[in-house]
C-alpha cells in the first residue's frame, strides 16, 4: 500500500512538473507570437532585451538565417532559453510580398547540399521546381554536354530552377514558422551606432512609424542594393553587364534538366527552365545600358541580332516572348569581399559580396557563409560583448573563402573568356575553353565541379583555367610552329593572365590559397 502511495504521488509530481513547464512554453510563445509583440515604442524603451540578432533583409541569405538561428534541435531548448541554438531574431523586410525577379532561379548542387545541411531543402518542395543536371554549351552551331559529377552524391542531389519569388516565400514561411522568429515588414534606414558599435536599428514600419530595434548583433543582408553596406565595409561596385530576361513558354530544350549557355556574340545567352512549362532566358548585353524597351528597339534588338543565334528548337517561343512585351533587364554586378570588421555588425549576402550571375553561384556563396556563421556561433552563449565578438567572428572572413573565392573568381573569368572580343588571342581562348570542356572526362567534370560548388578549391580553378590556355596555346603550334602561332600564344597566355589575376587579388591571394597562414583563422570564442 505505502508502494503504491509513493508511486502515486511520483508520477503526480512529474505530471504537475510537465504541465508547469508546458504552461510557461505556451506563455513565452504567446509573448513572442507575433500578434502578441511590444509596439516598436516599447521595444525601444526595453533596448531590445527579448531579442539576440536583428536580420536586416529577408531574401535567400536573411531568411535561410533566420531560420539557422531560429532553429531549435534540442527537446525544450525554446522552454529553457538554451543558447546553442534557438536565438531570438528580429527579421525587417521592407517587402514581405512575394519578389518577382530575374535572377537568382538556379540553385547549384553545391547549394542544395549547403540547404541540406540548413535543414532547409523542402524549400524547394512544392514550388514546381525543376531538377538541374548539368549545362549544355553552345557555339557556332555546334554543342557539348556538360554533366554534374553527381555520382558520389546521394540521388536528391542536384541542382534546382525555379521561380525566385516562389522560393523566398517558402523560405520566409520555414522561418516565420518558429516561434522566436519575427518577421516585420519595414524599411532601415540606419544602423543605431554608441562609441562605434552598432547597438541596432532605426527602420519605418509599415504604417510609416519611425521605430528603433536593439539587440546585441545586427546582421545586413539587404541585397545588391545595400543602403547600410557602405558603413560596414568598401564597396567596389562594378557593372559589367545587363541581362535581358523573358520567358519562354511550352517549349522544349534541346537538353531536357540542364542550363543552356549559347556563346553568342556579343556575349552569353542563357536559358534554364523555372518550371514545368517555362524557361527563363537571359540575354547578356555588355556595359550598363540597354536598348530602350518603350520605343522598340529592345525587341528589334532581340530580334535582329540575338535571334539568329538561338538553337532552332527554342527561336518560335524567343520570338513569340518578345512580341508578349513582358522584357525585363537588371544589371550585373561584381563586387568583393572587402569588410569593415565592426562592433554589433555583420553582412552577409549580395550586401556583402557579389559576382556575375553567369554561373548562378550567388545563392551557393551565401548559403554557404551561413554555414560557417553557424558554426561559428554555436559556441557563443552570449553576444553582448561586442569587441570580443568581431575580433572572433574575424575568422568568418578567412573560412569563407576558399568556397566564395572559388565561385566568385570563376563566375569572373567565365564571363571574360565566354564574351565576344576582336582580339584574335581572346578569340583562340574562347575556341580553346569550348574545346577543352568538350574532351569530356576530367576536362569536363573537373571545372564543372567547381561551377557547381561540388568541388571549391581554387588551386585547382587556377590549374584548369591555365590548362586551357596552355591546351590553346598547344592548338596554334599543331601541326607545325609559326612565328604568328607562337606571337598569338604568347598574347593568349598574357590575357589569360590579364582575366584571372587581377580577379584573385580582389580576393586576396593569402586568404584564398593561404587561409592556414591568416592568424583570425585560428580564432577562438570569447569566453561566456
Request: net charge positive.
Amino acid at each position: 500500500m505505502a508502494d503504491q502511495y509513493l508511486l502515486g504521488t511520483i508520477m503526480a509530481s512529474i505530471l504537475m512538473f510537465f504541465l508547469l513547464v508546458g504552461f510557461w512554453g505556451c506563455k513565452r510563445k504567446a509573448h513572442l507570437a507575433p500578434g502578441n509583440r511590444s509596439s516598436c515604442a516599447i521595444r525601444a524603451e526595453k533596448g531590445g532585451s527579448g531579442t539576440d540578432v536583428i536580420v536586416v533583409g529577408a531574401g535567400v541569405a536573411g531568411s535561410a538565417l533566420a531560420y539557422t538561428l531560429g532553429k531549435v534541435r534540442r527537446a525544450f531548448a525554446s522552454l529553457f532559453d538554451f543558447p546553442e541554438d534557438g536565438r531570438r531574431v528580429h527579421v525587417i523586410e521592407r517587402d514581405l510580398s512575394e519578389p518577382d525577379r530575374i535572377v537568382g532561379e538556379l540553385l547549384q548542387p553545391g547549394g542544395y547540399l549547403k540547404l541540406l545541411e540548413l535543414g532547409l531543402e523542402d524549400c524547394v518542395g512544392e514550388i514546381d521546381a525543376q531538377r538541374i543536371v548539368g549545362y549544355a554549351l553552345f557555339k557556332d552551331g555546334k554543342s557539348t554536354r556538360l554533366s554534374y559529377p553527381l555520382e558520389k552524391q546521394h540521388a536528391d542531389v542536384a541542382g534546382r530552377s525555379f521561380h525566385n519569388g516562389r522560393f523566398i516565400q517558402r523560405m520566409r514561411e520555414k522561418a516565420a514558422s518558429l516561434a522566436n522568429v519575427q518577421q516585420e515588414q519595414g524599411t532601415v534606414t540606419s544602423l543605431i551606432e554608441k562609441n562605434g558599435t552598432v547597438k541596432g536599428v532605426v527602420y519605418k514600419t509599415k504604417s510609416g512609424e519611425e521605430c528603433k530595434a536593439f539587440a546585441p548583433l545586427t546582421i545586413v543582408c539587404d541585397g545588391c542594393f545595400s543602403n547600410l553596406r557602405r558603413r560596414l565595409c568598401s564597396p567596389k561596385v562594378d557593372v559589367p553587364s545587363c541581362f535581358v530576361g523573358l520567358v519562354l513558354e511550352n517549349c522544349l530544350l534541346p537538353f531536357p534538366n540542364h542550363g543552356h549557355v549559347i556563346l553568342g556574340d556579343p556575349s552569353p545567352i542563357l536559358f534554364y527552365p523555372i518550371s514545368s512549362t517555362e524557361v527563363r532566358c537571359l540575354v547578356d548585353i555588355p556595359g550598363n545600358k540597354v536598348p530602350s524597351v518603350a520605343n522598340g528597339e529592345m525587341a528589334n534588338y532581340l530580334k535582329t541580332v540575338v535571334a539568329p543565334q538561338v538553337p532552332i528548337e527554342l527561336h518560335a517561343a524567343f520570338i513569340e516572348a518578345i512580341d508578349k512585351g513582358n522584357i525585363r533587364s537588371m544589371p550585373n554586378r561584381s563586387m568583393p569581399a572587402a569588410p569593415h570588421p565592426t562592433p554589433g555588425a555583420l553582412l552577409l549576402g549580395d550586401a556583402f559580396n557579389m559576382r556575375h550571375p553567369l554561373t548562378g553561384g550567388g545563392m551557393t556563396v551565401a548559403l554557404s557563409d551561413i554555414v560557417v556563421l553557424r558554426d561559428l556561433l554555436r559556441p557563443l552563449h552570449d553576444l553582448h560583448d561586442a569587441s570580443s565578438l568581431c575580433k572572433y567572428l574575424e575568422s568568418f572572413y578567412t573560412l569563407r573563402k576558399p568556397v566564395a573565392s572559388t565561385i566568385n573568381t570563376l563566375a569572373g573569368a567565365l564571363y571574360k573568356v565566354f564574351s565576344a572580343s576582336p582580339d584574335r588571342a581572346r578569340i583562340e581562348m574562347r575556341q580553346a575553353c569550348f574545346d577543352y570542356l568538350s574532351l569530356g572526362g576530367i576536362y569536363s567534370s573537373g571545372p564543372i565541379a567547381l561551377l557547381s560548388g561540388l568541388n571549391p578549391r581554387p588551386m585547382s580553378l587556377v590549374a584548369h583555367f591555365f590548362a586551357v590556355a596552355v591546351y590553346g596555346v598547344g592548338r596554334l603550334l599543331l601541326p607545325f610552329p609559326s612565328l604568328k602561332g607562337l606571337w598569338i600564344g604568347a598574347r593568349l597566355i598574357s590575357s589569360a593572365s590579364g582575366i584571372i589575376f587581377p580577379i584573385i587579388k580582389a580576393e586576396g591571394v593569402r586568404q584564398m590559397f593561404f587561409p592556414a597562414t591568416v592568424p583570425a583563422y585560428y580564432r577562438v570564442p570569447p569566453p561566456s
